[in-house]
């Protein structure tokens, strides 16, 4: 195996790579090119890859993949179940340590930017969610969902301003937090603190400018995934008595518009359109998160080729590497 001596480096230093992109940018075909030469570990950071069943429309690695490369956080939870953030950081904060110390580089690859952003600016002591208040929101929000939005702009206009008036999850969450605690969202978060103490990221980021091409990929993924199953997946998750469309699993992009579908909101061709738009809005919002991504080593992914970017990488390593030790 090359690089051994590069990994050794990395590992005494406490270095981790992380592979950062929009959806469809190509974060997890660089993953697998450099396990090639690489000894290494994969810790998805995706909120979707966590939920068994969620395969298709999540562009979940496949087994043979699996097999391959360990990959981690993948299929750790049930569709009805919940993860947060935090929890997110404990379990990386936990693979980095045995990762080490097998002797790997652990590799973060995705694009849930909420979960990197936790990792790197920490998280503050948020109340747990509460249900009876959770329910009342939820009530409130089938009847005028706008009028949430407002009541956050009254008492957090700063959240207000980041949140969608679209997002119920956020929206209602940001709610939350301030009738449990009195403290709005944006006074927890100037409460936080950094969490990366005990290791680095080296930050590599698959960003372009073509964003045309970026959305033509996103529009053949969506049609390749239909192709392969995707809509009777969702009908299996659908017939299942204990999941319905507000849970976070059902909320991921693509799986939304799907379980629309399925309820009678869109037709057919409405459906793959919405399921095509969400997916480009999302690559949006990453690219929002991205832009402002301190430290992050951009490659083009649709203006070089795949050995390209792999040796990019491995030099954006190398370069890392504090000589002086």
Do not use: C
């Amino acid at each position: 195996m090359k690089y051994i001596e590069l990994v050794q480096k990395l590992i005494v230093q406490k270095k981790v790579l992380a592979i950062m992109g929009p959806t469809a940018s190509g974060k997890s075909a660089l993953s697998m090119a450099l396990a090639e030469v690489l000894p290494m570990e994969i810790v998805s950071v995706d909120s979707a890859l966590i939920y068994r069943q969620l395969d298709i429309g999540s562009a979940k690695p496949t087994e043979d993949e699996i097999v391959k490369v360990p990959h981690h956080l993948i299929n750790t939870h049930n569709p009805d179940e919940s993860y947060s953030a935090s929890e997110f950081v404990e379990d990386v904060h936990r693979l980095v340590k045995e990762i080490f110390a097998r002797g790997n580089l652990p590799v973060l690859v995705g694009g849930t930017m909420m979960y990197f952003n936790a990792l790197q600016q920490g998280l503050n002591d948020l109340p747990a969610a509460d249900e009876r208040v959770r329910e009342r929101l939820q009530l409130q929000w089938k009847d005028n969902p706008q009028a949430l939005h407002e009541r956050l702009s009254e008492v957090d206009p700063e959240s207000a301003a980041r949140i969608h008036p679209n997002d119920p999850q956020r929206v209602m969450r940001a709610l939350e937090v301030y009738e449990i605690s009195g403290k709005t969202l944006t006074e927890h978060r100037a409460e936080q603190k950094n969490t990366l103490s005990e290791f680095s990221l080296v930050k590599i980021g698959l960003l372009t400018e073509d964003r045309k091409a970026l959305h033509e990929q996103i529009g053949k993924r969506f049609d390749q995934m239909l192709a392969e199953g995707f809509l009777e997946e969702v009908k299996a998750l659908y017939a299942q008595p204990n999941l319905h469309g507000e849970m976070n699993a059902m909320r991921s992009v693509g799986y939304r518009q799907a379980w629309e579908y399925l309820d009678g909101v869109w037709d057919y061709e409405t459906f793959v359109e919405k399921g095509k738009t969400a997916t480009r809005q999302l690559a949006k919002r990453q690219f929002t998160w991205l832009r402002k991504e301190p430290d992050l080593i951009k490659i083009d992914p649709f203006n070089t080729s795949l050995q390209q970017r792999l040796r990019q990488t491995i030099s954006a390593l190398e370069t890392s590497v504090d000589t002086s030790l």
